[in-house]
């Protein structure tokens, strides 16, 4: 079992940063990906970004382009989510994921396995 717990989130103004974390523990072995999805109310889980175990391989949904980074510090088991520029449509409850292997579906909230319970991020205008 793995366990994934977030952690930075908060309240923030338009044009802002925050840098999220994401620790696993528990049976973690290496290659595994890692990727950040939010969900703000009504509104569907929608991929943010994801990571590969190497770092190589990056990619970010369209809207983060350019403003979030994601990285990752394998000797700790943590993943990170840089965000600049914040602005209030960027306010949901931020989850981190794992996945046992970075594919082409890294988009895709069924492609992973491991769910942390969440950290919320408010944007405020």
């Known amino acids: 079992q793995v366990q994934l717990v977030e952690s930075g989130g908060g309240l923030v103004q338009a044009g802002g940063s925050l840098r999220l974390s994401c620790a696993a523990s528990g049976r973690t072995s290496s290659g595994y990906a890692m990727g950040w999805f939010r969900q703000a109310p009504g509104k569907e889980r929608e991929f943010v970004a994801a990571i590969s175990w190497s770092g190589t391989f990056t990619n970010y949904a369209d809207s983060e382009k350019g403003r979030f980074t994601i990285s990752r510090d394998n000797a700790k088991n943590t993943v990170y989510l840089q965000m600049n520029s914040l602005k209030p449509e960027d306010t949901a409850v931020y989850y981190c994921?794992?996945?046992?292997?970075?594919?082409?579906?890294?988009?895709?909230?069924?492609?992973?396995?491991?769910w942390g319970q969440g950290t919320q991020v408010t944007v405020s205008s």
């Open positions: 994921a794992l996945s046992s292997y970075y594919s082409g579906h890294y988009y895709d909230p069924s492609a992973y396995t491991y």
